[in-house]
């Protein structure tokens, strides 16, 4: 970082990594785990950040990162990179501001990643709960059809520019109320790559489908999906089987992990 954005950064107290990590005066968006905070922060200017902070970062994800193509990197360093492209792709979504990371013994043990916040009236999946269930209106059909397109659209974008999500749930989709913005978040398991195989392809839509309700979703619904996605090219029923199996085999580990007590944050019923 460097001239105004230092400068900036410094201004609000967010250009050293001790002083981002210890950070107290901010508000929890997301359930706070051991491992990992998710904040939000309003600076002087009356704008809107995103803070996320990893505390002892297992040596299990690193290899992981490494064996899937990110290096010895952290979730914030792969959030970073795949937004970057994201954003050069075009695809809405927050943009990053600043990179924190501390190693030890060869390893990234801590890290942060601050982007810009976006003005948005909750999750995709919350919208459904609020429009959907019951007898939904014309004009929440129109906009969960709007919806629905620009998902498509959006994950067809990111898999031809080289983005898998890893997490494309109906809860990592930020909307406006009226059917008008749509924002992809949360890229911290993400891959950049040349080419996206069809495993992960399979796996980001499959994820989608498993997390939304099958009350609130229609085979119209997912035919249009599945024609957006696909464009020009003719639909796969191969990939599709393999999409419907996945999202299945999902669920099923869903339910049994609620029967355990175990919260699930993605799948619905």
């Known amino acids: 970082m460097e001239g105004e954005e230092q400068s900036f950064l410094e201004r609000e107290g967010l250009a050293c990594f001790a002083d ?8 929890a968006v997301k359930t706070v785990l051991p491992h990992r905070h998710v904040h939000s922060l309003e600076l002087s200017d009356g704008r809107t950040v995103f803070i996320k902070r990893y505390f002892s ?3 299990f994800q690193a290899l ?13 360093r792969r959030e970073w990179n795949a937004l970057r492209v994201v954003n ?17 013994g ?10 810009w916040g976006v003005e948005s009236d909750g999750s995709l999946e919350t919208w459904m709960y609020r429009h959907l269930d019951g007898v939904p209106t014309r004009e929440s059909v129109v906009a969960k059809r709007r919806f629905v397109e620009r998902a498509a659209k959006f994950l067809r974008g990111m898999h031809e520019g080289g983005v898998n ?18 924002w992809v978040v949360d890229f911290d398991r993400a891959d950049v790559r040349e080419h996206v195989p069809r ?5 980001d839509v499959a994820a989608l489908l498993a997390s939304a309700a099958p009350r609130f979703v229609t085979r119209t619904d997912q035919l249009r999906f599945l024609r957006i996605y696909f464009g020009e090219r003719r639909i796969d029923r191969a990939f599709v089987r393999d999409v419907v199996f ?11 992990k609620a029967e355990l007590g175990v919260p699930n944050f993605h799948v619905n019923d």
Not at 20 to 27: A, I, K, L, T, Y
Not at 106 to 114: D, H, M, P, Q
């Open 20 to 27: 981002v990590m210890e950070r107290s005066d901010c508000v």
């Open 57 to 59: 970062i297992p040596w």
């Open 64 to 76: 992981r990162n490494l064996l899937s193509g990110g290096g010895w990197s952290s979730p914030a």
């Open 88 to 104: 050069q792709l075009g695809i809405p979504t927050t943009t990053p501001l600043a990179l924190g990371e501390e190693s030890r």
């Open 106 to 115: 060869g390893l990234v043990r801590r890290a942060f990643v601050i982007t």
């Open 165 to 182: 999500h890893r997490d494309f749930y109906l809860g990592h989709l930020l909307h406006r109320e009226n059917g008008d913005g749509l």
């Open 199 to 203: 495993r992960w392809r399979v796996k």
């Open 246 to 256: 996945r999202a299945l085999r999902v669920r099923g580990r869903s339910r049994r």
